[in-house]
């Protein structure tokens, strides 16, 4: 065998800048960072801006606040609202982010290529070893490389159209958590509300009685000093005196409290004082007696279950994804390439290929897949049967609650008119005697007492009532406000509260009987084939929710789509009105969403599908009148 010769290219010497750069690279390797504290300016400067920005752009209190305004008020400035809004508009946006997710990829790339050296090399024989070539080479030491290459997966996409159908129920989640807080924040509004009211109206009656108590307190405990009246009846007296002061205090207190927590709700800025406005007492609704029937509506409409449902669709596309996952992958490629080598016989090139990829080792954990989804299927029935069951718990309790308070409210308002009376009857019948006066002192703090227990009985009553209202899942007002100003906010919370309180728990549901049928129609979406595509999707929403759709011989329900751009963004709002066969209007709402200027037709989609799912009660209300009607 010949000896094999070989040739030796020695490598150049590193030049200067490339020391250099290895040097940098050397010390920036060896760096380290160290945590850095806030601050005092910092912190300082944060505190400044937050609180600068609390209270912005809300409209000032010039006039005492009425319970229409309050919840206004807090519908539009409160924080903890502001932030749900703004996790639902996320949501929004993810999900429209993430149907990008299911288009083929187009890389484009680009780069340049050096060397300090020539590449290349030679060949030899396998069998004898033998240099055949001498050194060469296809390839410039410097050249730049540009390429467009399209690619499509198959397996990629199913698993981005299931990702992007959950993030769609994401954001339905999102505005489910939004109408609970809507709903738990129209309660204590009325909670605090009533019970300001209850303290600012015996403010100034209860401050003259404890001063006349304080000063009877000392005049007794001269007259037991000076022995004009019995020690024993002396320290009777006194002792009622200071258990109606300490019951007073406590009393007013905890109705105080009250307009700090409104103040809170309403977001006021610390240190303005107002007034709630003079009320009349609202008439308390009878409790209801038909408990079951409200039962099914609470489980058909409260929020947590609406969640429930929506995240049972989540697990269902997890474990698509995952099947979905074990099938092979097929890919396409396409592209173009450039390549300024001169040494190459062709600088310019198109390429393609199909390839397909099985990972088989995934099969053996398919029994496993099964297993895991089948037992988050029982899982999720679990938990849902036991919010369920938690909804009807709290529902019953709501409403023995309701009567409870309703009675406490007949004894004290019986109570307080005696206590009036004997007030009344002792301030009448006085003489110049001490222990009269002091008698007639005492009733009146009992009498003022009275009145505190009657109007926190009242306060009590109405937290119940809107407890019990809040139980049954109903939206208190619906949420196309955000375009409203205040005073027509103010008007629309007014109109509604009036109808509940002259029909409140006279409630009808399409869950009893068999309601009409439903064809939808679709207004302000030019685009043919989107008009078909959402036409497709209502009904097939509807149809879900136990909504028959006939589209021949159904109630017209029109939905109208608006649209008012404003600087970067646009206000997209649907209106939804069901008319009979004569044509004539027997319910109209409107859904308003905000969206980013431009959105893609997947945001309207995504709009109008919280536009039906919102409504849906208010649908199935009409529904079962136009029923009614027909019987």
């Given at each position: ?17 490339e020391l250099a750069i290895l040097a940098a690279a050397l010390v920036l390797a060896?760096?380290t960072i160290t945590p850095k504290l806030a601050t005092q300016e910092e912190v ?588």
């Amino acid at each position: 065998m010949p000896l094999l010769k070989r040739t030796t290219q020695h490598a150049k010497p590193l030049r200067l800048p490339e020391l250099a750069i290895l040097a940098a690279a050397l010390v920036l390797a060896g760096c380290t960072i160290t945590p850095k504290l806030a601050t005092q300016e910092e912190v300082r400067e944060r505190v400044k801006s937050d609180t600068d920005r609390m209270y912005v752009n809300q409209a000032p209190i010039s006039a005492p606040v009425s319970l229409e305004e309050a919840i206004a008020r807090t519908l539009k400035y409160n924080l903890d609202y502001s932030l749900k809004k703004m996790e639902s508009a996320l949501a929004l946006g993810l999900a429209d982010y993430a149907s990008y997710d299911t288009l083929p990829r187009l890389l484009a790339t680009a780069g340049y290529r050096t060397r300090s050296n020539q590449s290349g090399g030679t060949s030899i024989g396998i069998l004898d070893g033998v240099q055949s070539l001498r050194p060469s080479t296809s390839e410039e030491r410097s050249h730049t490389l540009a390429g467009a290459e399209f690619s499509w997966n198959l397996l990629d996409f199913g698993v981005s159209y299931y990702r992007a159908r959950q993030q769609s129920d994401q954001f339905l989640i999102a505005e489910e958590r939004r109408r609970k807080v809507v709903q738990n924040m129209v309660q204590d509004v009325r909670a605090a509300y009533w019970r300001a009211l209850g303290a600012q109206r015996l403010s100034a009656q209860t401050k003259d009685i404890l001063d006349r108590a304080q000063l009877a307190l000392a005049r007794s405990r001269e007259a037991e000093t000076q022995r004009v009246i019995s020690p024993v009846q002396a320290l009777n007296y006194q002792r009622a005196l200071l258990d109606a002061i300490s019951f007073l205090n406590q009393r007013r207190q905890d109705l105080e409290f009250a307009s700090h927590e409104l103040a809170a709700l309403m977001n006021v800025e610390p240190g303005v004082a107002f007034t709630v406005a003079e009320t009349p007492e609202a008439r308390l609704p009878a409790p209801p007696n038909d408990v079951r029937k409200l039962e099914e509506m609470a489980l058909f409409q409260r929020p947590e279950l609406r969640e429930e449902d929506f995240k049972k669709r989540i697990s269902a596309d997890e474990t698509r994804k995952q099947l979905l996952g074990m099938l092979p992958g097929i890919s396409f490629d396409a592209g173009l390439q450039y390549d300024s080598n001169q040494l190459l016989s062709s600088n310019r090139w198109a390429q393609g290929g199909v390839r397909i990829s099985w990972n088989l080792l995934q099969l053996v954990a398919l029994p496993s897949l099964k297993a895991t989804q089948q037992q988050q299927v029982r899982t999720d029935e679990a938990r849902r049967m036991a919010l369920s069951m938690a909804v009807m718990t709290q529902l019953r309790v709501g409403v023995e609650r309701y009567r409870l308070a309703v009675e406490d409210f007949r004894l004290a308002d019986t109570a307080a008119q005696v206590d009036k009376r004997m007030a009344d009857y002792t301030r009448a019948a006085v003489t110049a005697r001490l222990e009269s006066e002091l008698e007639a002192i005492r009733t009146q703090a009992r009498a003022v007492l009275g009145s505190f227990q009657r109007a926190n009985t009242y306060a009590s009553a109405q937290i119940a009532f809107g407890r019990l209202y809040n139980t049954l899942g109903f939206d208190p007002l619906p949420d196309d406000f955000d375009g409203n100003d205040l005073p027509t906010l103010t008007e629309r919370v007014r109109t509604h509260l009036k109808a509940t309180e002259q029909d409140t728990l006279k409630m009808t549901s399409n869950l009893f009987g068999h309601a009409p049928s439903v064809s939808v129609r679709l207004v302000g979406v030019e685009n043919p084939i989107m008009n078909v595509r959402m036409k497709a999707q209502i009904s097939e929403l509807l149809a879900r929710n136990q909504v028959e759709v006939d589209a021949s011989n159904g109630v017209p329900v029109t939905f109208t789509l608006s649209r008012e751009a404003k600087d970067s963004l646009e206000n997209a709002s649907w209106s939804i009105v069901l008319a009979d066969a004569n044509g004539n209007v027997k319910g109209e709402t409107r859904h308003a969403s905000t969206l980013p200027a431009n959105s893609r037709n997947t945001a309207y989609e995504a709009t109008l599908v919280a536009a039906v799912t919102s409504r849906l009660p208010q649908l199935r209300h009409w529904l079962a009148e136009l029923s009614q009607e027909a019987k």
